[in-house]
């Protein structure tokens, strides 16, 4: 059911943008060339989008700069471990909406951070929040805290804990 309804609002949205385009097309007088109503009518479909267009290419460009984690020395004297709540660091000024938090997995008795990376997650532009991406988030995060994990002798309990193999690591 969403599905047509989107059908709906797109064919509604392209009736729409087709009519306003003959209307500027007219009033600007370029009506006589086909080409340049033609450009005119592709630069109105993607009025709005463009917002998107634009800030997912800064969202991957940002991406790029939160690769990698750290691993503290902690982790050697450490048992059983967790995922730690991330922390927000901020908000970063794109065209559209790209948080930053940092993500951690932390000795389960002290609190004491192991290991720690970068997330970034947006929601995408104004029509996305708007309803068409439907509630779904990018994210991206190259980090593998499991398999990070494994190289330091850990193994994954029950999807939430990290135990310690046998006291033996891997590196």
Wanted: hydrophobic fraction near 45%; include cysteine; charged fraction near 20%.
């Amino acid at each position: 059911m969403i599905g047509l309804t989107i059908l709906a609002i797109l064919v509604f949205y392209i009736l729409f943008v087709g009519k306003l385009t003959r209307s500027i097309a007219r009033l600007v007088g370029i009506d006589k060339s086909p080409v340049k109503v033609a450009v005119l009518l592709v630069v109105l479909l993607l009025l709005p989008f463009v917002d998107e267009i634009v800030g997912r290419v800064q969202f991957e460009r940002e991406c790029k700069k939160v690769q990698g984690y750290h691993v503290y020395d902690a982790i050697d004297n450490t048992t059983l471990a967790k995922y730690g709540d991330a922390r927000l660091d901020e908000h970063l000024t794109t065209f559209i909406p790209i948080k930053k938090a940092t993500g951690q997995v932390v000795n389960a008795i002290d609190g004491t951070v192991l290991l720690s990376y970068e997330t970034l997650s947006t929601p995408g532009g104004w029509v996305m929040r708007m309803g068409l991406n439907l509630g779904n988030s990018s994210y991206c995060n190259t980090v593998n805290s499991p398999k990070i994990m494994a190289l330091h002798g850990f193994r994954l309990v029950n999807g939430e804990y990290f135990e310690k193999i046998s006291g033996k690591q891997l590196k």
